[in-house]
T-cell receptor, first 113, second 115 residues
Framework: GDSVTQMEGPVTLSEEAFLTINCTYTATGYPSLFWYVQYPGEGLQLLLKATKADDKGSNKGFEATYRKETTSFHLEKGSVQVSDSAVYFCALSRNSGNTPLVFGKGTRLSVIA | GAVVSQHPSWVICKSGTSVKIECRSLDFQATTMFWYRQFPKQSLMLMATSNEGSKATYEQGVEKDKFLINHASLTLSTLTVTSAHPEDSSFYIC???????????FGPGTRLLVL
């Protein structure tokens, strides 16, 4: 079945450091790919998404590119801030988001000043 | 906009009792809601899909008689854990899908501890 594997955390970075959180997936066909973020005490929020190969999703300085050849959707940000501290989930969906999501385990990011 | 709430945010109960968790879409109508479960250091796993006015669709391995889902209105779905046992202790998260919109909006989750 479909699955998502993302790097285990926690990840601790200093402010303004470069962030990469790796995510790879296994799925048949062409799933849509997502990154969700969960801030402390809040629900998951959609951070960005890509629905086809080579698409790049971006939001709030975060980027991820849908790489079908490597079945990857790595999350990157050039300069993290303390306010980026949260848990990040990589996920896939058979459609564009109106079907159940398959999630990775989540990666906790802590950014220190 | 697009806020989903869950109540309670955490609950502790005795083994054998039943616990009801509510999921509400506060500012939109949700034709479909999903219930997920997350164990520590594990992924969110889909438990069931809840459609307003019809029976929920459960994932393989999820006992429908143990996890009762009722989606009685376009803004409310409830998950009742019946005869709870310690192994049911987990983090339960719902998401709501607005009609015609391809984005799921998630609630903040409910942490259940069964003693």
């Amino acid at each position: 079945g479909d699955s998502v594997t993302q790097m285990e955390g926690p990840v601790t970075l200093s402010e303004e450091a470069f962030l990469t959180i790796n995510c790879t997936y296994t799925a048949t066909g062409y799933p849509s790919l997502f990154w969700y973020v969960q801030y402390p005490g809040e629900g998951l929020q959609l951070l960005l998404k890509a629905t086809k190969a080579d698409d790049k999703g971006s939001n709030k300085g975060f980027e991820a590119t849908y790489r079908k050849e490597t079945t990857s959707f790595h999350l990157e940000k050039g300069s993290v801030q303390v306010s980026d501290s949260a848990v990040y989930f990589c996920a896939l969906s058979r459609n564009s988001g109106n079907t159940p999501l398959v999630f990775g385990k989540g990666t906790r990011l802590s950014v220190i000043a | 906009g697009a806020v989903v709430s869950q109540h309670p945010s955490w609950v502790i109960c005795k083994s054998g009792t039943s616990v009801k968790i509510e999921c509400r879409s506060l500012d939109f109508q949700a034709t479909t809601m999903f219930w997920y479960r997350q164990f520590p250091k594990q992924s969110l796993m889909l438990m069931a899909t809840s459609n307003e006015g019809s029976k929920a669709t459960y994932e393989q391995g999820v006992e429908k008689d143990k996890f009762l889902i009722n989606h009685a209105s376009l803004t409310l779905s409830t998950l009742t854990v019946t005869s709870a046992h310690p192994e049911d202790s987990s983090f339960y998260i719902c998401s709501a899908l607005a009609g015609g919109v391809e984005t799921q909006y998630f609630g903040p989750g409910t942490r259940l501890l069964v003693l």
